[in-house]
């Protein structure tokens, strides 16, 4: 039982390191918001669907919320610092218009 917890808690440490910190993608000048979702979030943010990138609270389904979350990241999420200007706008819209809120 104890390697049994041993290993959860190092899998657990990977899965972390794997999606903390931060992110030096810079998207291309003309990237659509896809695109940069496609690039930058899906390594963590799996699709859930054809038409459904993410489900969003109801205190992040804004614009503002959205990109300030992917440029400054929080404990599991990494930053995206390089993601500014109409690429944020972008990449914020496109998981507005392609999300679902809870």
Do not use: W
């Amino acid at each position: 039982m104890k390697k049994f917890s041993f290993a959860l808690t190092i899998s657990t440490l990977f899965v972390l390191v794997g999606c903390g910190g931060g992110r030096d993608y810079t998207p291309p000048a003309d990237a659509s918001g896809e695109k940069i979702f496609s690039s930058a979030c899906t390594e963590c943010h799996k699709p859930l669907s054809a038409n459904v990138a993410m489900i969003l609270s109801e205190k992040v389904a804004n614009k503002e919320a959205i990109t300030k979350k992917f440029q400054s990241g929080s404990m599991r999420m990494p930053a995206f610092k390089n993601i500014q200007g109409e690429a944020a706008d972008r990449l914020a819209d496109y998981v507005l218009a392609n999300s679902q809120v809870k």
